[in-house]
């Protein structure tokens, strides 16, 4: 497929390395020369240097053939005037990262009466996943499937856990809990565990259930964590708005810290009562101690640093706080994982599935099963897909223990009618169905593709 992406920012180039490793011919713009050079020495890309919305750069870009555009600049309007352009020129489809907030109910009009296929966000949709990991905080990492039926939690087996030593198939047997582990990752390794696969101590699980499922499996662990009550932000650019605004009215006492005063009064005028916005430097040490950071119950670490937010999340995990959330740019998380800091989220991974998604949905033909949702899981090494079983397919009513899956594969669960399915060897797909599967290493466009 023939993709144009405007602007080489740190979304812009995550969405060039995804989309050059899924085979795609992809044209980069960019207004700096270097950057354009850099991009075009590392990926396999053409690279125009120029204005993305001029008919002129576009051209040399290639839209009168492309099949879609993604526009990442930092101005929401260029990107809007991008997606404009490109599609008179004959683009088919657009993608537009729009991130003011003062254009956050203005999304259905650009899509509707614009005609830009997708509006992404990325401080948003960071925001919506914190907002998640603090109403389940037990888990390091969680993602929804299923519309919000399913999840799957990330947890660390610390030496002290019950499930140490212990093989997949005695999972049931040991926690009484309906979940399925659907992925492992040990040291630099990820595994899709087989039934006779024996947990390791420092092991990180994935995990699949319902959300009382997975509850029933962490009180038993000894890792569930109660209700985070009190909740300090530390940043309140675009991320801190959104958390703040999403978490108020929840019954939580929320703080946030913002070092630029004319920003502070900002805040103050547009988040609600329930919202604290304190001035001051939230990686100082003495300001985060008069806030009392001990009794906390999470903070999130949100400035546009990583270094502070990594030393202020340390700071909070000496101090004993229950959840430590850290907003980093870098990709680099096995580090982090190593000096202890589990919950790690990043606006570009975030919103690179989003659009990954909707780039495989597109590659495919509008009777193939179409991916629903996608969730890159183990630092981008596993993902977890949606997908709607077609009519027709030729593998309905087949039992799984009669299909041939390709290995490394699982099913990780099957919605029907509203009903959840932990499928096992006699269980078959019906049309209609809405399938996870969970692979590692492995590319799925299509339900078809987990067949050998």
């Not at 009190?230 to 999403?246: E, P, S, T, V």
């Not at 903070?299 to 340390?314: C, F, K, P, R, W």
């Not at 990709?331 to 919103?351: C, K, M, R, W, Y």
Request: with cysteine.
């Amino acid at each position: 497929m023939n993709i144009i992406i405007v602007g080489q920012g740190k979304l812009g180039t995550t969405m060039t390395k995804q989309l050059v490793a899924e085979g795609h011919d992809v044209a980069v713009i960019d207004t700096r020369r270097e950057k354009v050079e850099s991009v075009v020495d590392v990926y396999d890309v053409l690279g125009v240097c120029g204005n993305g919305a001029s008919c002129e750069v576009l051209e040399e870009a290639g839209a009168a053939k492309a099949k879609l555009i993604i526009a990442t600049t930092a101005s929401d309007e260029l990107n809007i005037l991008a997606c404009l352009t490109a599609k008179r020129m004959g683009t088919e489809h657009t993608i537009a990262r729009v991130r003011n907030p003062d254009y956050a109910n203005q999304h259905q009009f650009l899509q509707k009466e614009l005609g830009i296929n997708m509006i992404v966000n990325p401080e948003f949709e960071t925001a919506n996943e914190i907002s998640r990991i603090i109403r389940f905080p037990s888990a390091a990492h969680l993602d929804s499937f299923a519309k919000g039926k399913v999840e799957i939690a990330s947890l660390r087996i610390h030496s002290d856990n019950p499930l140490c030593d212990t093989p997949v198939h005695d999972l049931r047997k040991k926690t009484k809990a309906k979940v399925i582990i659907c992925a492992v990752q040990r040291d630099d390794e990820v595994f899709i565990p087989s039934g006779d696969f024996v947990i390791k101590c420092d092991d990180v699980i994935s995990v699949t259930g319902t959300r009382s499922e997975l509850v029933s499996l962490m009180r038993q662990c000894g890792v569930y964590r109660h209700k985070i009550k009190n909740i300090l932000i530390i940043g309140g650019g675009r991320i801190g708005f959104y958390l703040a605004k999403q978490l108020s009215d929840t019954g939580r006492k929320i703080k946030l810290i913002e070092h630029n005063e004319s920003k502070c009064y900002s805040l103050s005028e547009n988040l609600p009562d329930d919202v604290t916005v304190i001035f001051g430097d939230g990686t100082d040490q003495e300001i985060l101690d008069e806030q009392r950071l001990e009794y906390q119950d999470a903070l999130v670490a949100l400035t546009g640093i990583d270094e502070e937010n990594i030393i202020v999340s340390m700071y909070a995990e000496s101090k004993g706080v229950n959840k430590v959330i850290t907003k980093v740019n870098r990709h680099s998380f096995s580090i982090l994982n190593d000096i202890g800091l589990e919950t790690i989220v990043s606006p570009q991974i975030v919103a690179g599935n989003l659009v990954t998604r909707y780039v495989r949905a597109l590659h495919n033909s509008a009777d193939n099963a179409q991916i629903q949702t996608l969730h890159k899981l183990v630092n981008g090494k596993v993902e977890a897909a949606e997908f709607i079983v077609p009519e027709n397919a030729g593998y309905l009513d087949i039992p799984f223990k009669d299909l041939n899956l390709l290995p490394n594969l699982l099913i990780g669960c099957i919605m029907r009618n509203g009903k959840i399915i932990f499928p096992g060897g006699n269980d078959v797909m019906k049309a209609g169905d809405s399938v996870v599967v969970v692979t590692a290493n492995r590319i799925l466009e299509d339900l078809h593709d987990i067949f050998v």
